[in-house]
Each structure stands twice: as structure tokens, then as C-alpha cells.
């Protein structure tokens, strides 16, 4: 009997709250302008005080049953990628399985910063199709805004918070997973990085404990010199070329580096899924908001090859090549 995994919902969730670029010009040397030539960010989203990461993980999964009408009573794993877990443990997955009150379910978290979400499809692909479980829920969420510095010119503008989630289930007869890739550059991780720890970590003496610290050339350059060889080794597992992709979903991190990424690898520029306009960087959220949006949009049609590549902190990857089975 065979064994495929599909993805069968989708949902999300922002919070109410909205930053936008304006606000900033009160609190640092910027202006709406200066951030949206740079950046492609008009807006953000940001939590409430007491509203946590395992808040808006439920939420997102809330959303998601809304809409597709699904049974939850039977999931038996929940993976949830994130870099802002309420506590250190217990998990962030822990606290959705309780909420849901699903008694059967595993829960992890995976932390791969800006390519969890889509390390948690992988994940979810080789859980259902290896035979150990048969459904699945992934979650990318952050509330970046809570180690944000936002005294810090170069990365206040970026970030937002939000939540997305797919509901990934067995079938005997149709797969959503076509190809993946993954792997990471750890000698590059000084890069971009969050840390409480007093003493360094990398080469250099750590930055600002507590909030995100990042080099945004050293990013943007590593994602505009190694994204597009990532997109071509994931076609070429499934003897696919960029002429067959019908949409294309990197981690919306700035607007310029994707417009450079498509350029470079001759993918048209029309083809790009974002979330970053009006929920700036959510690291592992902007990949399902991207989808989440496109699908209100009536852009996504089911049969559509759609291509998704996470990046960031680690700096790590991960890709995977989908058939959108919704």
C-alpha cells in the first residue's frame, strides 16, 4: 500500500496590532520612504503584551479549521518552528496540544529560524510517508517583536509577528511532496543571530544579549549568491526547470533580495509569493502567510507547482517542491 503525504488546510493568524512605517519615524533616523525603497515593508503586526507565540500558533490552527472544515480530533503530531517559544521548554507544540485538548498527539518544536517552516513540512512529509503518523499539523509562528531592539536602526524596521499553519495527512493515492533540500552554513551564522548567553559564542564578542543582531549585507549576500543554486539542485531532483514553476515562495526577508533572487535565477518576478508588505519579516511565518494570502487571493490553484525555500539564521535552508493539493 502506499504511503503520500497532502497537505489538506491551511490557516493563519496576525494580531491585531499594526506598526507601520511612520510609526518608526518617532523613534529612530528613518522615514516611510527610506524603509519601503529598501525594504518592500509598509507594515507590520505586532502581539499585545501577554499575547505569546502558543497564542498565536492556536489561533493560526483555529483559523485553519474554520475554513476547511477539518477534523482535528485525530492529529498525532504537531510541529511547531519558532525562534520566540514562550519558555525554554515546555514547547510551544505542547502548549497547542493542550489547547486543542488532542490526548494523541506528539509535540515538538523545531527552531531553524527564518527555513522552519518549511524544515516542518520535511519533517511532516517523512513522519506520514515512513509510516509513523498520519496527521500532522505545522506551524510557523514567532512574536519576533518581543527581541527586538527597537533602539536599533538596521533591524526594528524589519520584523513582525504572525502565525501560520498547514494540516499535512496520509493518502493512499495523492502526494503534495515532489522534491526537498535542506542544509546550513554554520561558519556564517555570526551573521545573524539572538542571544542571552554572556560569554561569545562565534569569533567575535556577542552583540546585544537578549535582541536580534544581524549584518544584513552579510545576509543579503549570502542569499542572493546561494539561494538560486538551492532552487536549481530542488528542480533537478524531479527533472522540473524553472519554466515549469507556477509560483515561487521565499522567506519573505526584504523585497530587493527577492527581486535579486528571481533575477538571478530567471524566475519572473510575478511568480513571487510574499507576506513582507504588510507583515515585514516573520521569519518562519512569512512562508504560510505568503501562501495564506495568495490563497484569499484566488492566485494558488489546486494541480499549481509551487516552490518554497526558507533561509536565515544558521544560516540554514530548507526547500521544498510542492503540488498544491487544496
Known amino acids: 500500500m502506499n504511503s503520500f503525504a497532502k497537505i489538506t488546510a491551511q490557516g493563519s493568524y496576525v494580531p491585531e496590532q499594526i506598526m507601520d512605517n511612520h510609526d518608526f519615524e518617532n523613534i529612530v533616523d ?14 507590520r503586526r505586532i502581539t499585545k503584551e501577554d499575547e505569546y507565540t502558543s497564542d498565536i500558533s492556536y489561533k493560526a490552527v483555529l483559523d485553519l479549521q474554520e475554513k476547511y472544515q477539518v477534523d482535528l480530533s485525530d492529529v498525532d503530531m ?59 499539523l505545522v506551524i510557523g509562528a514567532e512574536t519576533l517583536s518581543k527581541i527586538t531592539d527597537y533602539k536599533d536602526r538596521g533591524t526594528c524596521i524589519l520584523f513582525g509577528d504572525g502565525a501560520g499553519a498547514f494540516l499535512v495527512e496520509y493518502s493512499e493515492d495523492e502526494t503534495s511532496f515532489v522534491a526537498s533540500d535542506a542544509g546550513s552554513d554554520g561558519k556564517k551564522g555570526h551573521n545573524l543571530y539572538c542571544s542571552e548567553l554572556s560569554e561569545a559564542m562565534f569569533d567575535e564578542a556577542l552583540e546585544n544579549p537578549g535582541f536580534i543582531v544581524q549584518n544584513g549585507r552579510g545576509v543579503y549576500k549570502w542569499a542572493v ?32 533580495m527577492i527581486e535579486s533572487i528571481c533575477d538571478k535565477s530567471g524566475i519572473a518576478r510575478d511568480k513571487a509569493l510574499k507576506s513582507l508588505e504588510y507583515y515585514g519579516n516573520t521569519s518562519s511565518a512569512t512562508i504560510p502567510l505568503a501562501i495564506d494570502l ?26 521544498t517542491l510542492i503540488k498544491w493539493t487544496l
Do not use: M
Open 30 to 43: 528613518t522615514s516611510d520612504e527610506w524603509i519601503q525603497q529598501r525594504t518592500g515593508i509598509v507594515e
Open 78 to 136: 504537531i510541529v511547531n518552528a519558532t525562534l520566540t517559544a514562550d519558555y525554554k521548554t515546555p514547547s510551544v507544540a505542547s502548549y497547542v496540544q493542550a489547547k486543542l485538548e488532542l490526548e494523541n498527539a506528539g509535540a515538538i518544536d523545531i527552531n531553524a529560524a527564518c527555513a522552519g517552516f518549511t524544515y516542518g513540512l520535511n519533517i511532516a512529509n517523512g513522519l506520514i510517508t515512513s509510516g509513523q503518523n498520519k496527521k500532522v
Open 225 to 256: 549568491g546561494n539561494v538560486p543554486r538551492i532552487i536549481e539542485q530542488t528542480l533537478n531532483k524531479a527533472n522540473y526547470t524553472k519554466e515549469d514553476l507556477d509560483w515561487f515562495v521565499p522567506h519573505s526577508a526584504n523585497a530587493r
Open 294 to 319: 495568495a490563497v484569499k487571493e484566488n492566485k494558488i490553484k489546486k494541480g499549481d507547482l509551487v516552490l518554497l525555500v526558507g533561509f536565515g539564521g544558521g544560516l540554514a535552508y530548507a526547500s
